[in-house]
């Protein structure tokens, strides 16, 4: 077995540089780099880029639904000024949060912080528009039963409105974690790092490069 490894050198070109060392460089270390780093810029961007559509279908959504609903709440409190200012209010406020979340504005607000007040709004919202049931007890039968298919309607878009929400959360929560910006950093330092010391250590050159 000893004899076997200087037959081996024997038979190798063995002028500057490391023989065994520059075909490992060239042949595999390089290109697995190369491709490591492809591979996770590629699906690092894949993710941003995903990501930003979803924000974008999330917020579209959200404003399509909180304009349908100024409708059904036009006929629910179109008779209580009182009531109406206050649903008003709500969605005004409810607005101006997603505004701020969405936006570098309110940046050094705490982003959970303000998804909780988004819930907030959405719950008062929703007591709002069930005090409508009490009144509905008053009201004739007819009447009470269109009053009541508004009131569903208006709850149903409430919910919707805070199913986009959360998606919307989950979304800006859902990051990558920290070890995968190291290994990206690492990737993107070692590849240049491996074509100096290819030239250092390739055939007429010498380690003079790193003077």
Known sequence: ARAVVPLAFATMPFENGRPIADTVLTSVFTPCLGICFSALAAA???TLRQRQQDIRTQLLQEAILVETLRMPLKK???ASPHSMMRVQVLLLAYCRMVQCNSSKECSHFPRLD???L????MLALLAVIGEVDLDLCQKEASEAIVYSRVVGYAQSLVNQI?????KRASVYLSGFPT???VILVLL???IPLDF???AATSKGTNLELFD
């Open 44 to 46: 690092t961007l894949g």
């Open 76 to 78: 629910l409190f179109n």
């Open 114 to 116: 303000i998804m909780e």
């Open 118 to 121: 988004e819930r907030r709004c």
């Open 162 to 166: 805070s199913s986009c929400a959360a």
């Open 179 to 181: 070890v995968h910006w």
């Open 188 to 190: 993107a330092v070692v």
């Open 196 to 198: 100096v010391v290819l």
